[in-house]
Protein backbone atom coordinates (compact mmCIF):
# COMPACT_ATOMS: atom_id res chain seq x y z
CA UNK A 1 0.00 0.00 0.00
CA UNK A 2 1.71 3.43 -0.77
CA UNK A 3 2.29 6.00 2.24
CA UNK A 4 1.35 9.43 2.10
CA UNK A 5 2.47 11.02 -1.36
CA UNK A 6 3.97 14.87 -1.23
CA UNK A 7 5.11 17.09 -4.22
CA UNK A 8 7.49 18.46 -5.22
CA UNK A 9 10.04 17.49 -2.24
CA UNK A 10 12.38 20.43 -3.01
CA UNK A 11 11.37 24.09 -3.76
CA UNK A 12 13.51 26.94 -4.19
CA UNK A 13 11.95 30.07 -4.90
CA UNK A 14 12.45 33.79 -4.03
CA UNK A 15 11.18 35.78 -1.57
CA UNK A 16 7.62 37.30 -2.45
CA UNK A 17 6.96 34.83 -5.16
CA UNK A 18 4.22 32.36 -5.01
CA UNK A 19 4.16 28.15 -4.06
CA UNK A 20 2.06 25.48 -3.64
CA UNK A 21 2.76 22.51 -2.00
CA UNK A 22 0.51 18.60 -2.69
CA UNK A 23 -0.15 15.78 -0.27
CA UNK A 24 -2.06 12.63 -1.23
CA UNK A 25 -3.03 10.96 2.21
CA UNK A 26 -3.30 7.44 2.63
CA UNK A 27 -6.32 5.96 1.15
CA UNK A 28 -9.23 5.50 3.52
CA UNK A 29 -7.45 8.58 5.66
CA UNK A 30 -10.32 10.84 6.48
CA UNK A 31 -7.88 12.98 8.64
CA UNK A 32 -4.66 14.97 7.08
CA UNK A 33 -2.63 17.30 8.57
CA UNK A 34 0.11 19.54 7.66
CA UNK A 35 3.08 20.16 10.00
CA UNK A 36 5.78 22.70 9.99
CA UNK A 37 9.06 21.75 10.96
CA UNK A 38 12.48 23.78 11.47
CA UNK A 39 15.76 22.57 11.00
CA UNK A 40 16.42 20.32 14.68
CA UNK A 41 12.96 20.83 15.88
CA UNK A 42 10.36 18.95 15.72
CA UNK A 43 7.03 19.10 13.81
CA UNK A 44 4.52 21.84 14.64
CA UNK A 45 0.76 21.77 13.37
CA UNK A 46 -0.61 24.39 10.79
CA UNK A 47 -4.20 22.96 9.93
CA UNK A 48 -5.73 20.05 10.42
CA UNK A 49 -8.68 18.38 8.26
CA UNK A 50 -11.02 15.90 8.97
CA UNK A 51 -12.02 15.09 5.61
CA UNK A 52 -12.79 18.61 2.99
CA UNK A 53 -13.52 20.27 6.81
CA UNK A 54 -10.74 22.33 8.43
CA UNK A 55 -11.07 21.72 12.25
CA UNK A 56 -8.27 23.31 13.37
CA UNK A 57 -6.34 25.60 11.74
CA UNK A 58 -5.60 28.60 14.87
CA UNK A 59 -1.82 28.18 13.85
CA UNK A 60 -1.94 28.87 10.63
CA UNK A 61 -0.79 32.16 9.56
CA UNK A 62 -3.74 33.18 7.55
CA UNK A 63 -2.44 36.17 6.11
CA UNK A 64 0.18 34.50 3.61
CA UNK A 65 -1.10 30.79 4.14
CA UNK A 66 -3.63 28.96 2.79
CA UNK A 67 -5.39 25.38 2.02
CA UNK A 68 -7.83 23.14 0.50
CA UNK A 69 -8.82 19.97 0.91
CA UNK A 70 -11.86 19.34 -2.46
CA UNK A 71 -13.55 15.95 -1.84
CA UNK A 72 -11.88 14.91 1.25
CA UNK A 73 -8.86 13.57 0.05
CA UNK A 74 -6.00 15.34 -1.74
CA UNK A 75 -4.69 18.81 -0.16
CA UNK A 76 -2.85 21.86 -1.74
CA UNK A 77 -1.04 24.36 0.88
CA UNK A 78 -0.13 27.43 -0.42
CA UNK A 79 1.98 30.58 0.21
CA UNK A 80 1.51 33.87 -1.39
CA UNK A 81 3.62 35.72 -0.62
CA UNK A 82 6.81 33.51 0.54
CA UNK A 83 9.04 35.01 3.12
CA UNK A 84 12.54 34.54 4.12
CA UNK A 85 11.40 32.79 7.48
CA UNK A 86 8.87 30.35 5.58
CA UNK A 87 12.34 28.22 4.27
CA UNK A 88 11.53 24.79 6.24
CA UNK A 89 10.21 21.32 5.75
CA UNK A 90 6.39 21.11 4.96
CA UNK A 91 4.99 17.57 6.30
CA UNK A 92 1.77 16.01 5.33
CA UNK A 93 0.17 13.18 7.85
CA UNK A 94 -2.64 11.21 7.66
CA UNK A 95 -4.61 9.06 10.17
CA UNK A 96 -7.71 7.35 10.52
CA UNK A 97 -10.20 6.43 13.43
CA UNK A 98 -8.23 3.27 15.21
CA UNK A 99 -6.62 1.79 18.64
CA UNK A 100 -4.25 4.62 18.66
CA UNK A 101 -5.50 6.84 15.41
CA UNK A 102 -1.21 6.81 14.19
CA UNK A 103 -0.21 9.34 11.63
CA UNK A 104 1.54 8.62 9.24
CA UNK A 105 4.07 10.99 7.48
CA UNK A 106 4.78 12.26 4.43
CA UNK A 107 8.29 12.63 3.11
CA UNK A 108 7.77 16.51 3.27
CA UNK A 109 8.47 19.38 0.98
CA UNK A 110 12.04 21.08 1.94
CA UNK A 111 11.60 24.70 1.03
CA UNK A 112 14.10 27.44 0.50
CA UNK A 113 12.88 31.09 0.22
CA UNK A 114 16.47 33.17 -1.47
CA UNK B 1 1.35 25.81 26.93
CA UNK B 2 2.13 22.66 26.08
CA UNK B 3 6.16 21.57 27.50
CA UNK B 4 7.83 18.59 25.67
CA UNK B 5 11.74 18.21 26.67
CA UNK B 6 13.64 15.79 25.26
CA UNK B 7 17.62 15.67 25.64
CA UNK B 8 19.32 17.69 21.87
CA UNK B 9 22.02 14.97 21.48
CA UNK B 10 23.41 11.99 22.64
CA UNK B 11 25.58 9.35 21.09
CA UNK B 12 25.99 5.22 21.81
CA UNK B 13 28.31 2.59 20.65
CA UNK B 14 27.33 0.09 18.24
CA UNK B 15 26.17 -3.10 20.28
CA UNK B 16 24.91 -1.12 23.01
CA UNK B 17 21.75 -0.05 25.00
CA UNK B 18 21.18 3.61 24.96
CA UNK B 19 17.58 5.01 26.85
CA UNK B 20 16.17 8.68 25.62
CA UNK B 21 14.41 10.45 28.21
CA UNK B 22 11.21 12.35 27.42
CA UNK B 23 9.51 14.87 30.27
CA UNK B 24 6.17 16.35 29.24
CA UNK B 25 3.54 19.07 30.51
CA UNK B 26 0.85 19.37 28.71
CA UNK B 27 -3.00 20.29 29.22
CA UNK B 28 -4.18 17.23 28.61
CA UNK B 29 -3.31 13.50 27.55
CA UNK B 30 -4.49 11.01 25.59
CA UNK B 31 -0.82 9.16 24.35
CA UNK B 32 2.55 9.44 24.03
CA UNK B 33 4.24 8.55 20.53
CA UNK B 34 7.86 8.03 19.56
CA UNK B 35 8.82 8.38 15.93
CA UNK B 36 12.26 7.84 14.26
CA UNK B 37 13.71 10.52 11.63
CA UNK B 38 16.44 10.04 9.71
CA UNK B 39 18.08 13.12 8.18
CA UNK B 40 15.59 14.01 4.79
CA UNK B 41 12.71 11.77 5.51
CA UNK B 42 9.21 11.22 7.20
CA UNK B 43 8.64 10.69 10.82
CA UNK B 44 8.27 6.84 10.54
CA UNK B 45 5.82 5.39 13.68
CA UNK B 46 7.76 3.75 16.61
CA UNK B 47 5.94 3.18 19.58
CA UNK B 48 2.42 4.28 21.51
CA UNK B 49 1.90 4.41 24.97
CA UNK B 50 -1.05 5.17 26.88
CA UNK B 51 -1.08 3.34 30.11
CA UNK B 52 1.69 3.07 32.43
CA UNK B 53 4.35 0.43 32.00
CA UNK B 54 6.25 -0.91 29.54
CA UNK B 55 5.63 -1.92 25.81
CA UNK B 56 8.29 -4.21 24.27
CA UNK B 57 8.74 -4.15 20.31
CA UNK B 58 11.70 -5.99 19.12
CA UNK B 59 14.73 -3.80 19.60
CA UNK B 60 12.69 -0.83 21.15
CA UNK B 61 10.76 -0.32 23.90
CA UNK B 62 9.14 2.30 25.56
CA UNK B 63 8.04 3.35 29.32
CA UNK B 64 5.61 5.63 30.57
CA UNK B 65 4.86 6.79 33.79
CA UNK B 66 1.70 9.45 33.38
CA UNK B 67 1.74 10.78 36.78
CA UNK B 68 5.45 11.56 36.84
CA UNK B 69 4.96 13.05 32.48
CA UNK B 70 7.78 10.69 31.62
CA UNK B 71 8.59 7.97 29.73
CA UNK B 72 11.60 6.65 27.76
CA UNK B 73 12.54 5.06 24.73
CA UNK B 74 15.08 1.94 25.34
CA UNK B 75 17.18 0.79 22.24
CA UNK B 76 18.92 -2.52 22.40
CA UNK B 77 21.52 -4.03 20.39
CA UNK B 78 22.85 -0.49 18.77
CA UNK B 79 23.10 -0.83 15.20
CA UNK B 80 25.08 2.54 12.88
CA UNK B 81 21.44 2.52 10.95
CA UNK B 82 19.69 3.43 14.35
CA UNK B 83 21.86 7.11 13.93
CA UNK B 84 18.65 9.42 13.69
CA UNK B 85 16.31 11.47 15.66
CA UNK B 86 13.67 10.53 17.99
CA UNK B 87 10.37 12.37 18.68
CA UNK B 88 8.93 12.21 21.50
CA UNK B 89 5.11 13.74 21.13
CA UNK B 90 2.21 13.69 23.11
CA UNK B 91 -0.95 13.54 21.92
CA UNK B 92 -3.29 16.38 23.85
CA UNK B 93 -7.22 15.55 22.70
CA UNK B 94 -8.87 11.99 22.09
CA UNK B 95 -9.50 11.24 18.57
CA UNK B 96 -7.34 12.01 15.54
CA UNK B 97 -5.91 14.85 17.16
CA UNK B 98 -2.75 16.51 16.46
CA UNK B 99 0.40 15.90 18.14
CA UNK B 100 2.57 17.99 19.87
CA UNK B 101 6.72 17.11 19.40
CA UNK B 102 9.30 17.69 21.29
CA UNK B 103 12.31 18.82 19.59
CA UNK B 104 13.99 15.14 18.84
CA UNK B 105 16.69 13.93 20.27
CA UNK B 106 19.42 13.23 17.52
CA UNK B 107 21.35 10.35 18.36
CA UNK B 108 24.74 9.11 16.54
CA UNK B 109 26.06 5.58 17.06
CA UNK B 110 29.59 5.05 16.73
CA UNK B 111 31.39 1.99 16.06
Known amino acids: EAGVVQSPRYKIIEKKQPVAFWCNPISGHNTLYWYLQNLGQGPELLIR????????DSQLPKDRFSAERLKGVDSTLKIQPAELGDSAVYLC????????????FGPGTRLTVL | GQNIDQPTEMTATEGAIVQINCTYQTSGFNGLFWYQQHAGEAPTFLSYNVLDGLEEKGRFSSFLSRSKGYSYLLLKELQMKDSASYLC????????????FGKGTRLSVIA
Open chain 1, 93 to 104: ASSFAGLNNEQF
Open chain 1, 49 to 56: YENEEAVD
Open chain 2, 89 to 100: AVRVNSGNTPLV
